[in-house]
């Protein structure tokens, strides 16, 4: 019987452990919740969502909408989780997180050929396939171990989280409900600024006081190295006035309904469960200390009273230089057998994570069953994330969300501008995947 281990039991963790299990693999699942928890996990679910609780957008002129419809038509579990679970947020996927983990949990403890062991583990035995999928806050000792012991190297950035708010404690007179440009459902709630409102909340911004690093995280503030998907926000205020009004805070496509007007900037919250209960900030990731973002983020009008659920926090992410040490299936050039999966390699975000898990659960089941590696096409974005990871760009590695600027041009021109190339890219990489699917049947 074809066997491999999977450590770690996040995103990637559970979709590799899950395609190697559904392809004929026994599969043993290391995961060292509930015996030890980072700094950023709580739960003992599998798959916990630390971060927003939103996929992004499902459109197919989109690149991470391209993404998660690869993923559904190859089975994705952490796909069928989603849907499961969605909560309403326009044209986003997003879901209720403790509903999206326990589904994920669920499946996974459920699994005829899946095996788990609650441990942690901190070096690595070369007895079989691995799939090593430990995640941005991989424990010291493995970390280590992936360092020295490997020699892989590793490098660090800092990830941050935006904070929640009760619902109840909204001041819907003021904050509205409305989509941009009233396109799809009015999902989300808009809390619109005056330009004096505005400068108040910024200056108050800029001068907040930040949390300190924990332990785990102290580096100089000078070597930090901030994703700009997930850039605090204070962090991206510091960049200029108007940097939140074009990012985040942007109002285009939205009317105060008091006015009748575009507001100056509009802060926008997103269902964080599929009840409506709990609002998230969307783009407020943050690393202000809980008192200071109590006293600032309450400058937001409609925020005046909210009762924030939990706070903002930062923590720190660990990735692979591994560009020429990793394969495009995620396996370990200079040591067959060995994969890994998720932010680690340098792939960024919860899709993009998932999305790594697949391809190296995949390619790692193959290589159980003694038959050929293949690469997933480059022209999906399932592939070209790992052609980016095992190729890198120009210049330092850095983290990479799903985009097109990855995937190979199309070979003609294509009228009807940015969307309708893009969806064309989609439509081409639907088409390839559909061929290497049958293929692998």
Same mark, same amino acid.
């Given at each position: 019987m074809a066997k491999l281990t999977v450590i770690g039991a996040g995103l990637a963790g559970c979709e590799a452990a899950f395609q190697a299990a559904e392809r004929g693999v026994e599969v043993t699942l290391i995961e060292m919740k509930p015996k030890r928890y980072t700094p950023a996990h709580h739960s003992p679910a599998f798959a916990e969502l630390v971060c927003?609780?939103?996929?992004?957008?499902?459109?197919?002129?989109?690149? *991470? @909408?391209?993404?998660?419809?690869? %993923?559904?038509?190859?089975g994705s579990l952490i796909l069928a989780a989603a849907d499961a679970t969605r909560v309403p947020a326009g044209s986003a996927l997003a879901v209720d997180r403790v509903k999206f983990s326990d589904f994920i949990t669920q499946k996974i403890r459920n699994h005829p050929r899946i095996h788990v062991?609650?441990?942690?583990? $901190?070096?690595?035995?070369?007895?079989? +396939? $691995? +799939? =090593?999928a430990t995640g941005p806050l991989t424990s010291d000792a493995l970390a280590a171990y992936i360092r020295n012991d490997l020699g892989l190297g590793n490098l660090h950035f800092f990830d941050a989280a935006a904070p929640i708010v009760d619902a109840a404690s909204i001041n819907y007179d003021v904050a509205f409900f409305a989509s941009r440009y009233g396109k799809g459902?009015?999902?989300? +709630?808009?809390?619109p600024m005056t330009k004096e409102e505005y400068d108040a909340f910024?200056?108050?911004?800029i001068t907040a006081e930040e949390a300190e690093l924990k332990d785990f995280d102290k580096q100089s503030q000078a070597d930090l190295k901030v994703f700009e998907g997930c %850039? /605090? =926000?204070? +962090?991206?205020?510091?960049?200029?006035?108007?940097?939140?009004?074009? @990012?985040?805070?942007? /109002? *285009? @496509?939205?009317?105060?309904?008091?006015?009748?007007?575009? /507001?100056?900037a509009v802060v926008q919250l997103r269902k964080e469960n599929r009840e409506g209960s709990m609002f998230n900030l969307v783009g407020f990731q943050t690393h202000l200390k809980f008192s200071e973002q109590k006293r600032v983020f309450s400058m937001i009008p409609g925020l005046e009273n909210a009762e924030f659920l939990r706070f903002g926090v930062m923590h720190r992410n660990t990735y692979i230089n591994s560009p020429g040490v990793l394969s495009a299936a995620y396996e370990v050039k200079a040591r067959t057998g060995l994969f890994f999966? @998720?932010? %680690?390699?340098? *792939?960024?975000?919860? =899709?993009?994570?998932?999305?790594s898990g697949f391809v190296a659960g995949v390619s790692a089941a193959r290589r159980a069953l003694g038959q050929e590696v293949i690469p997933f096409p480059d022209v999906t974005m399932l592939g070209a994330m790992g052609a980016y990871v095992s190729r890198g760009g120009v210049g330092e590695f850095v983290p990479m969300n799903a985009n097109f600027g990855i995937v190979p041009p199309l070979d003609h021109r294509v009228k009807g501008g940015k969307s309708a190339k893009n969806e064309a890219l989609s439509a081409r990489a639907l088409e390839a995947l559909e061929a290497f699917l049958r293929e692998e049947d």
């Open positions: 927003s609780n939103s996929l992004r957008s499902d459109s197919l002129a989109n690149a *991470v @909408g391209l993404l998660k419809e690869e %993923m559904r038509r190859s062991e609650e441990r942690e583990v $901190t070096e690595l035995s070369f007895d079989g +396939v $691995t +799939v =090593v459902d009015a999902d989300y +709630v808009n809390c910024y200056t108050a911004l %850039m /605090p =926000v204070e +962090v991206m205020a510091r960049r200029g006035y108007d940097t939140l009004r074009y @990012g985040p805070l942007k /109002p *285009v @496509g939205l009317t105060d309904p008091r006015t009748g007007k575009e /507001p100056y999966a @998720g932010q %680690m390699t340098g *792939v960024e975000g919860y =899709v993009e994570s998932a999305g």
